[in-house]
């Protein structure tokens, strides 16, 4: 049997020697890069007293970014990221998609981007 390898090249299959084959499936439509960038993150960006904390941006894409943090967030929620790196600031709202404990103190959060 062949299947089809990510470079689009064929390769013999790992089921003939008698390893159990498992497809991937990668749902992400951008390239992740990866990070580490202090950010902080607000629930709301309107409300006056907007009071954020500090997270650990681990990596980053088009679509949306990974941080470590203490708090644990529901996902679907939505919140805003303020990200300062050198030159560059970005500033975006969110969508949590995940979250996962990483420790007894840490989570670890996907987000998507939503339009601004």
């Given at each position: 049997?062949?299947?089809?390898?990510?470079?689009?090249?064929?390769?013999?299959?790992?089921?003939?020697?008698?390893?159990?084959?498992?497809?991937?499936?990668?749902?992400?439509?951008?390239?992740?890069?990866?990070?580490?960038?202090?950010?902080?993150?607000?629930?709301?960006?309107?409300?006056?007293?907007?009071?954020?904390?500090?997270?650990?941006?681990?990596?980053?894409?088009?679509?949306?970014?990974?941080?470590?943090?203490?708090?644990?967030?529901?996902?679907?929620?939505?919140?805003?990221?303020?990200?300062?790196?050198?030159?560059?600031?970005?500033?975006n709202p969110l969508k949590v998609?995940?979250?996962?404990?990483?420790?007894?103190?840490?989570?670890?959060?996907?987000?998507?981007?939503?339009?601004?």
């Amino acid at each position: 049997m062949k299947t089809k390898t990510r470079s689009g090249k064929r390769s013999k299959s790992s089921a003939r020697k008698g390893k159990s084959v498992r497809p991937s499936i990668e749902r992400r439509e951008a390239v992740r890069e990866k990070m580490v960038v202090s950010a902080t993150v607000f629930p709301d960006r309107l409300s006056p007293d907007n009071i954020g904390h500090k997270v650990w941006v681990t990596n980053i894409s088009l679509g949306g970014l990974a941080f470590k943090t203490r708090r644990q967030y529901a996902v679907g929620a939505t919140c805003f990221v303020r990200l300062d790196a050198g030159p560059i600031r970005f500033e975006n709202p969110l969508k949590v998609m995940w979250c996962r404990r990483k420790d007894e103190l840490t989570f670890e959060v996907g987000v998507e981007f939503l339009p601004d």
